[in-house]
């Protein structure tokens, strides 16, 4: 019996993530278009994952309900550090609840499901961000986070270092920062730097 179950769970499992997918494209297509009208692509690129400059977020890759947390968070000033109050904040200041349901929808629906770890070659970062607890939240190669948690793999090196400082030292506090925040002690700049630079690279 449950043998059955437990085989059963996998299909369960498939057709919930299929209506889902169905009901959420419908949004993610709107978030599509919002995406341009709102000039979103003018800083994060076309695709999403090709920032204007140094320092600015790739998008793809981020999971959907921490995109909508921290649209929510920047227009609301919860999240306040980096270059978010004067870069993002003007252009959120305006859209709806709607409106920033449909974004997160779409930027969501660009995550690729991870591949089975092509893993990359032996580096002092990757050392660190295996041992200093990083996986723990953020998954194996920072591509598969605990759910609302941020997907890190492959983004902006400068960004990663900027964010990872800023919830050190508690610029960063909003959302879910709380649960990285006692962790951080662990590493210091340079362990920082180079963490910073191993994520970068994965694919
Ligand atoms: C003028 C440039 C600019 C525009 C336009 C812009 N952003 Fe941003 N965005 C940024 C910057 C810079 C950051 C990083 C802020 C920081 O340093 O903490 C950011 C951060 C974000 C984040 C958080 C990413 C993360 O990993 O936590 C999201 C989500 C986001 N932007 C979505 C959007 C959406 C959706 C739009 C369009 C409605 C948009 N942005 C328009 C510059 C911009
Ligand atoms: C206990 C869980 C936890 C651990 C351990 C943890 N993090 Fe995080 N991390 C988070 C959460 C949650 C956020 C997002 C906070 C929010 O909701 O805004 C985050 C955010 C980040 C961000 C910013 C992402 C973005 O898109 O803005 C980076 C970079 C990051 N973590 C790197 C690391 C590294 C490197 C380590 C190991 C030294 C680490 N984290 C350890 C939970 C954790």
């Given at each position: 019996?449950?043998k ?18 169905t009901?959420s494209?419908?949004l993610?297509a ?5 995406y ?8 994060h690129?076309?695709?999403?994952k090709?920032p ?7 998008l793809?890759?981020l999971?959907g ?5 921290q649209?929510?968070d920047i ?21 709806s609840?709607?409106e920033?349901?449909?974004l997160a ?9 991870p591949t ?6 032996a580096?002092?970062g990757?050392?660190?961000?295996l041992?200093k ?5 953020h998954g194996k190669?920072?591509?598969k ?9 492959g ?5 990663i ?8 030292t508690g610029?960063r506090t ?21 963490v910073?630079e ?6």
């Amino acid at each position: 019996m449950l043998k059955t179950v437990i085989r059963q769970l996998p299909t369960v499992a498939v057709v919930a993530a299929f209506s889902a997918l169905t009901l959420s494209s419908a949004l993610a297509a709107d978030g599509k278009a919002l995406y341009t009208d709102k000039g979103c692509n003018a800083c994060h690129g076309e695709d999403a994952k090709t920032p204007l400059q140094e320092g600015f977020p790739k998008l793809a890759g981020l999971p959907g309900d921490y995109v909508l947390n921290q649209l929510k968070d920047i227009k609301s000033g919860a999240r306040a550090n980096g270059q978010t109050v004067d870069t993002m904040k003007p252009i959120v200041a305006d859209l709806s609840d709607d409106e920033i349901g449909a974004l997160a929808n779409y930027i969501g629906s660009l995550r690729e499901a991870p591949t089975a770890a092509a893993t990359g070659p032996a580096s002092p970062g990757k050392t660190l961000f295996l041992t200093k607890t990083c996986v723990a939240c953020h998954g194996k190669e920072g591509k598969k986070p605990l759910p609302g948690y941020p997907a890190i793999a492959g983004q902006d090196k400068t960004y990663i270092l900027a964010q990872m400082k800023d919830i050190k030292t508690g610029a960063r506090t909003n959302g879910k920062a709380n649960a990285m925040q006692p962790v951080m002690h662990l590493v210091n700049d340079d362990e920082m730097t180079s963490v910073a630079e191993y994520l970068s690279t994965v694919k």
